[in-house]
């Protein structure tokens, strides 16, 4: 069976040129359920969509930092949204860097990098010049149309809140229908040298900007906020609920939280269609052969779960978790679905390991057996984490981890046993029932084992390694 899977991985690593291209496509605050996206679809039919893959830190800059170093949060010393990557690791290889040093022509569009939205877009923002020979940063009327935003709650800016414009004009007037057509542009240039590209979308973030066909797309009539008990919070830590949005549905009616989420679902649908116009561009200049496909998120989005929880930075499954297909040429394992827990820290020894590169250190692994078998036994566990400033809540700065496996999600939030949860997602997939409350025999042995591998990590260890469990 091992020089079964041996030979399968050589077959594809073998069945790509010396450089395969790479064009590795961002989307901004993609959630993991979403409707109407045609051409993430097809492109899901035709690669590896991972199920179950998660984030280091549910939030832009951090998240996309320890993607594109490779390494996790407590490394990059990355947690919220202005500190660089490289003033704690100066001299960090990134993936894209890996790649220009190898031969590549590496090329940015958009929001790869963490960027301010919107005041960022159409500059440089937190981006990384040895990353990149050519940077392309487009600015479209989604930026001078601001002043047409809607936005129901105007002590926040439109960036924070649930703000949103059906727009007039075109998709190419939008700043992400731009960054679809400079990419394609850089695809036919540069179709004779090997490429990383780097295609990064700035929609679906907050205010949520899109033509008004996609809004038709999604019928507000249609449209249904998340149900769950009515005693859902009651077990569940403060600390969880992000400090950025206190108050459930930010106070907003029923109707208006609707009309928000029609709207996020419209500047989804009007990313696809850009992805769409990419894809097509791989077809027609015969690229697709021999061109490796990621398309991720950098973290998921709530749309009202648990009684009104928007946006992200929560350690739950609808923010930790988040969209992820590769499509490699000849993987066997394309048109299907992965089921296995995978950390978007995996992405960059994969697509090393896809060209035959050599990483520079990492805390991810390959998922080059996956992307041949998705549904292989592999032996894996996803770590996120977020820090919580002191508030009116929390008397002191917060460090809030959680574990995930096949089966159960384990939260600590350095609050003693209040500040723990767990949820068995064999029966309760939502997470609506807390277990740390009051854990049965078997739910305590689970906490105790999954506080062992937090050790480990504050040990610097695997978290997979061996050793003795703390008391609680």
Same mark, same amino acid.
């Given at each position: 069976?091992? =020089?079964?899977i041996l030979? &399968?991985?050589?077959?594809l *690593?073998?069945?790509?040129?010396?450089?395969?291209?790479?064009?590795?496509?961002?989307? !901004?605050?993609?959630?993991?359920?979403?409707?109407?996206t045609?051409?993430?679809?097809?492109l899901?039919?035709? /690669? *590896?969509r991972f199920?179950?893959?998660?984030?280091?830190?549910p939030?832009?800059?951090?998240? %996309?930092?320890?993607?594109?170093?490779?390494?996790?949060? !407590?490394?990059?010393?990355?947690?919220?949204?202005?500190?660089?990557?490289r003033?704690?690791?100066p001299?960090?290889?990134?993936?894209?860097?890996?790649f220009?040093q190898?031969?590549?022509f590496t090329?940015?569009?958009?929001?790869?990098? +963490?960027y301010?939205?919107?005041?960022?877009?159409?500059?440089?923002?937190?981006?990384?010049?040895?990353?990149?020979?050519?940077?392309v940063?487009?600015k479209? %009327?989604?930026?001078?149309?601001e002043? $047409?935003?809607?936005n129901p709650?105007?002590?926040?800016?439109?960036?924070a809140?649930?703000?949103w414009?059906?727009?007039?004009?075109?998709?190419?007037?939008?700043?992400d229908?731009?960054?679809?057509?400079?990419?394609?542009?850089?695809?036919?240039? #540069?179709?004779?040298?090997?490429?990383?590209?780097? *295609?990064?979308?700035f929609?679906?973030h907050t205010?949520?900007?899109?033509?008004?066909k996609?809004?038709?797309?999604?019928?507000? !009539?249609?449209i249904?906020?998340?149900?769950?008990?009515?005693?859902?919070?009651?077990d569940?830590p403060?600390?969880?609920?992000a400090?950025?949005?206190?108050?459930?549905h930010?106070?907003?009616?029923?109707?208006?939280?609707r009309?928000a989420?029609q709207?996020?679902r419209?500047?989804? =649908?009007?990313?696809?269609?850009q992805?769409?116009?990419?894809?097509d561009?791989? !077809?027609?200049?015969?690229l697709?052969?021999?061109?490796?496909v990621v398309?991720?998120s950098d +973290?998921?989005? #709530?749309?009202?779960? +648990?009684? /009104?929880?928007?946006?992200k930075?929560?350690?739950?499954?609808? &923010?930790?978790?988040?969209?992820?297909?590769?499509?490699?040429?000849?993987?066997?394992?394309n048109g #299907?679905?992965?089921?296995?827990? *995978? @950390?978007f820290?995996?992405?960059?020894?994969?697509l090393?390991?896809l060209a035959?590169?050599?990483?520079?250190?990492?805390?991810?692994?390959?998922?080059?057996?996956?992307?041949?078998d998705?549904?292989?036994?592999?032996?894996s566990?996803?770590?996120?984490?977020?820090?919580?400033?002191?508030?009116?809540?929390?008397?002191?700065?917060?460090? /809030?981890r959680?574990?995930r496996?096949?089966r159960?999600r384990?939260?600590?939030?350095?609050?003693?046993?209040?500040?723990? @949860? $767990?949820?068995?997602?064999e029966?309760?997939?939502?997470?609506?029932r807390?277990?740390?409350?009051?854990?049965s025999?078997?739910? =305590?042995?689970?906490?105790?084992a999954?506080h062992?591998?937090?050790s480990?990590?504050a040990?610097?260890?695997?978290p997979?390694?061996?050793?003795?469990?703390? %008391?609680?």
């Amino acid at each position: 069976m091992r =020089s079964l899977i041996l030979s &399968s991985l050589l077959m594809l *690593v073998s069945s790509l040129s010396a450089k395969p291209n790479i064009l590795f496509i961002a989307i !901004d605050d993609l959630a993991n359920d979403c409707t109407h996206t045609p051409h993430i679809d097809r492109l899901s039919a035709s /690669g *590896v969509r991972f199920d179950r893959a998660y984030n280091q830190i549910p939030l832009c800059n951090p998240s %996309r930092a320890s993607v594109l170093t490779g390494r996790r949060p !407590d490394a990059t010393q990355v947690y919220d949204l202005d500190r660089h990557f490289r003033d704690a690791l100066p001299d960090v290889v990134t993936l894209p860097q890996l790649f220009r040093q190898n031969g590549w022509f590496t090329a940015r569009v958009g929001k790869i990098y +963490h960027y301010d939205v919107p005041n960022g877009i159409g500059t440089d923002g937190l981006d990384d010049k040895p990353s990149w020979q050519l940077v392309v940063n487009p600015k479209g %009327r989604d930026v001078t149309d601001e002043k $047409l935003i809607t936005n129901p709650t105007p002590q926040k800016p439109v960036s924070a809140a649930l703000s949103w414009l059906a727009a007039d004009g075109n998709d190419e007037e939008q700043t992400d229908g731009m960054i679809a057509t400079e990419a394609i542009q850089l695809l036919e240039k #540069h179709r004779d040298e090997p490429f990383f590209l780097g *295609v990064g979308f700035f929609r679906p973030h907050t205010p949520f900007v899109a033509p008004k066909k996609y809004f038709d797309l999604h019928p507000l !009539d249609s449209i249904r906020l998340p149900e769950a008990p009515a005693d859902d919070r009651s077990d569940i830590p403060a600390a969880a609920f992000a400090h950025n949005n206190p108050t459930p549905h930010y106070g907003l009616d029923d109707l208006t939280c609707r009309q928000a989420l029609q709207a996020y679902r419209a500047s989804v =649908s009007f990313v696809d269609a850009q992805i769409g116009r990419v894809l097509d561009a791989l !077809d027609r200049l015969q690229l697709t052969d021999n061109t490796i496909v990621v398309l991720w998120s950098d +973290h998921g989005y #709530h749309l009202g779960e +648990h009684l /009104g929880i928007w946006q992200k930075r929560t350690l739950f499954e609808q &923010s930790a978790r988040a969209p992820l297909i590769i499509r490699a040429p000849a993987a066997k394992g394309n048109g #299907h679905a992965c089921p296995r827990i *995978v @950390e978007f820290i995996d992405i960059y020894p994969t697509l090393a390991d896809l060209a035959s590169l050599t990483p520079p250190q990492l805390d991810g692994k390959s998922l080059l057996p996956l992307l041949n078998d998705p549904t292989q036994t592999w032996d894996s566990i996803a770590i996120t984490q977020i820090l919580r400033p002191a508030d009116d809540r929390l008397p002191t700065q917060i460090m /809030g981890r959680t574990l995930r496996t096949e089966r159960w999600r384990y939260t600590e939030w350095n609050e003693g046993a209040n500040g723990l @949860e $767990l949820y068995d997602h064999e029966k309760d997939p939502l997470e609506f029932r807390n277990l740390a409350r009051m854990p049965s025999a078997e739910a =305590s042995k689970v906490m105790k084992a999954f506080h062992a591998r937090f050790s480990n990590l504050a040990r610097g260890l695997s978290p997979s390694s061996p050793v003795k469990p703390k %008391r609680l």
